[in-house]
């Protein structure tokens, strides 16, 4: 039934097939004479459709190669092969049918972009709330954002603090703690506590709004790629035209000239091209990466700059414990057990690292009592019959009374302070980790003709030296909003560029790229969306592998193209001699289309590119950080 209704999406190919059966049940009857004239006008019909069709792309620019195929049937119908004329109509249908399959995996739109956007927002109004269209927020009006709700409109604090994550706007994975009076950007989400902000700007003038147009300008203002196979189309049409034109000025038989071009048709071209793409796109899938079109392998084959986010991208886009200092008379061990039994009646981010990073080393928490958080600064517990006091270090020192000494940072750190029965015993050290892959993903590049590597990121300079250091890259753009990232790429000297990121910050820059590859394991739907390739697992070695099966994937549609043109060109010269039959040429060029159709599936297959080894990250020392909760 699937087939059936597969087959009904293309029509010209069931009538094809219809008038073929039709003609053979004919050609058995006394009707048989009223065959030829069946098959010639449906031949000529097909073809005056193609030619319609091919002056539309003429007009558009586009140069298209069906001439060849409605030459040859038109001429083979004028010399009386009807039969060789429907041939090449099953073979141009079914060319046809094939090429919209490919062109049909085209990206999706932007409208889960705008999806993500708060459609209401909460408006306190004498001293009471009321939910209106986030379009009709005027600045001035007090709007309440609610716990794990997106902030509608840019704003100024109101209430006396509030913890953001604004990691999809900014890429810094760590909470951000605003202070009354404080400015906050549309786009972030709300931490634990409802916060009142008043409105400094309209929903068509905030931050978020404004990502969102320079998404749907940055797409809009891209130029398209021109096919593979496009290359061909004028200089094979030219060769073939002029075969069959010689082949009748030398004979003087125009029977001589349809001969030629029955076997001159593009299918290699029409066909196998689209084949090869198919088949790459597959294989990008199998390694985990969605490719949304065949002009993004084109594109990625020929990268010459690759440019990539840090936060989620480079690094693993969330805090992990990465070691434990001392202080007191405590091993390690026990202050981290400590810590993550008070910190598991904590709903801070920061709590979730800490148990976590117990949990791995094989520390269970143990059931504490009497547990108080004061949120974004700290909670304490009674765990096994002793106080424990985790978080900032003002908070730490302010509950026992004592001075906290501040731990030793590298940049991108910061510490969670830990003090049992009044006395600090040390502090759990966190940092966003680069990933183990990221330095040979980055050497993978190279080996595969990426001239230059960039990190554009919004985070901190030192930070971002720090890890493009670890990784080998030299040219770091730290600090950057959106419209710098953008910048960035258009600037560049080596194009084609890929850009390699996630967060909502990244969907502009995605866009304006020349190949845009987000990082969507994590569900980043605006970087998703604006993407030309989507990471579906969460691991960056999937870039280097999705521009080895780009070259791959050229490679072999490359020799389809040409191993179709040259046994077309050697059946040409065969039938310009007089020795090939239309009949029999138009069959022969189905076997020259699956010769083609069968070399270029080999772009489906191939060695999986597996995951660079395992390397450790070794910060070198810094200059320490600002530590935060």
Request: include cysteine.
């Amino acid at each position: 039934m699937t087939t059936v209704k597969n087959l009904g999406r293309y029509p010209l190919v069931m009538a094809t097939v219809l008038v073929s059966a039709v003609a053979g049940v004919l050609s058995l009857t006394p009707w048989s004479p009223a065959v030829p004239w069946l098959v010639s006008a449906y031949a000529l019909a097909v073809a005056g459709w193609t030619g319609v069709g091919m002056l539309r792309d003429l007009l558009r620019g586009h140069a298209g190669i069906d001439i060849l195929a409605v030459t040859a049937v038109t001429a083979a119908v004028v010399v009386g092969e009807h039969w060789a004329a429907l041939v090449v109509v099953l073979m141009l249908t079914g060319g046809e049918a094939l090429e919209d399959y490919a062109a049909n995996r085209a990206r999706r739109d932007l409208s889960a972009l705008m999806s993500r956007a708060p459609a209401t927002a909460h408006v306190l109004d004498g001293g009471s709330l009321r939910d209106v269209r986030v379009d009709d927020v005027r600045p001035g009006d007090l709007v309440v954002v609610r716990p794990a709700e997106v902030v509608p409109v840019d704003g100024e604090l109101v209430s006396d603090r509030a913890d953001l994550d604004e990691s999809s706007l900014t890429g810094e994975p760590l909470p951000v703690e605003r202070q009354r009076g404080d400015e906050v950007p549309s786009g972030g989400i709300n931490g634990q506590q409802a916060v009142t902000l008043r409105a400094t700007r309209s929903a068509r003038d905030s931050q978020y709004q404004q990502i969102v147009a320079l998404v749907e300008q940055a797409t809009t203002s891209r130029s398209r790629t021109v096919r593979l196979a496009d290359r061909f189309a004028v200089p094979f049409t030219l060769v073939a035209l002029a075969i069959a034109g010689l082949a009748w000025w030398v004979s003087g038989d125009g029977t001589r000239f349809a001969e030629v071009l029955v076997v001159a048709t593009p299918c290699p071209l029409l066909i196998a091209a689209p084949v090869a793409f198919m088949g790459g796109m597959s294989r990008a899938a199998r390694e985990g990466v969605i490719v949304k079109s065949s002009e993004t392998l084109e594109r990625l084959d020929r990268a010459r700059t690759v440019a990539f986010d840090k936060t989620g991208t480079l690094t693993h886009g969330r805090p992990a414990l990465a070691r434990v200092e001392t202080t007191g008379g405590l091993a390690a061990d026990e202050v981290l057990r400590l810590a993550a039994s008070a910190e598991q009646y904590s709903s801070h981010v920061l709590a979730d690292a800490v148990v976590e990073g117990a949990r791995q080393r094989g520390l269970l928490p143990t059931e504490g009592t009497g547990a108080h958080e004061v949120p974004a600064h700290g909670v304490r517990a009674l765990v096994a019959g002793r106080e424990v006091v985790v978080g900032k270090r003002s908070y730490v020192a302010a509950e026992t009374r004592t001075a906290v000494e501040p731990a030793v940072l590298q940049p991108g750190e910061l510490a969670v302070h830990v003090a049992v029965d009044g006395v600090p015993v040390g502090a759990l050290v966190l940092r966003d980790e680069v990933r183990a892959e990221a330095a040979t993903t980055v050497s993978t590049l190279r080996s595969l003709g990426v001239d230059h590597v960039m990190m554009l990121t919004g985070d901190q300079r030192t930070t971002a030296e720090h890890v493009a250091a670890a990784l080998g890259i030299d040219d770091v753009r730290a600090e950057c909003l959106p419209l710098d990232k953008v910048e960035a790429v258009r600037d560049a000297p080596a194009r084609p560029v890929v850009m390699v990121g996630d967060g909502v910050n990244d969907a502009p820059v995605l866009a304006s790229a020349d190949v845009g590859i987000a990082m969507g394991a994590r569900g980043a739907t605006a970087a998703s969306d604006s993407a030309d390739a989507v990471v579906l697992r969460d691991d960056v070695s999937a870039v280097a592998a999705a521009v080895r099966v780009s070259k791959d994937t050229l490679r072999v549609a490359l020799q389809s193209i040409w191993v179709g043109i040259g046994l077309s060109v050697a059946l040409m010269l065969v039938a310009a001699l007089g020795y090939l039959p239309a009949l029999a040429g138009a069959w022969m060029q189905e076997g020259v289309d699956l010769v083609a159709i069968l070399w270029a599936l080999r772009a489906s297959r191939g060695a999986r590119l597996s995951g660079p080894p395992q390397t450790a990250y070794a910060p070198s020392p810094a200059e320490p950080a600002v530590a935060a909760r």
